[in-house]
């Protein structure tokens, strides 16, 4: 079973950038179509980029044209970069995904990693 290790979160001025990496275990990642999620205190996990196994990234409206997700099959690892980062973006950050091709609903996965906290105060 592969398994997915977040990093890169901080904290970071509003404005600011941050760049998150997920490092994925195993030789099938390829075939993954990813995601990256996050959960802000009180709310649930939500979508806010995914990646197809060719490449295509798909944004939630709240961080179209400051989010971009990106993959490097050859390192097993998906990207967020986060540009002018607000408040709201606050939250832990994880990532998941899933070897058919198409991610299912945040509840249905089996396991999560530990994330990584992204916090955006001034």
């Known amino acids: 079973q592969v398994q997915f290790v977040e990093s890169g979160g901080g904290l970071v001025q509003p404005g600011g950038s941050l760049r998150l990496s997920c490092a994925a275990s195993?030789?099938?990642?390829?075939?993954?179509?990813m995601g990256w999620y996050r959960q802000a205190p009180g709310k649930q996990r939500e979508l806010v980029a995914s990646i197809t196994r060719g490449g295509r990234g798909n944004y939630a409206d709240a961080v179209k044209g400051r989010f971009t997700i990106s993959r490097d099959n050859a390192k097993n690892t998906v990207f967020l970069q986060m540009n002018s980062l607000k408040p709201e973006d606050t939250a832990v950050y994880y990532c998941n995904g899933d070897s058919r091709g198409e991610l299912p609903p945040p509840a249905d996965f089996g396991s999560w990693g530990q994330g990584t906290q992204v916090t955006v105060s001034s």
């Open positions: 195993g030789s099938i990642f390829s075939i993954y179509a």
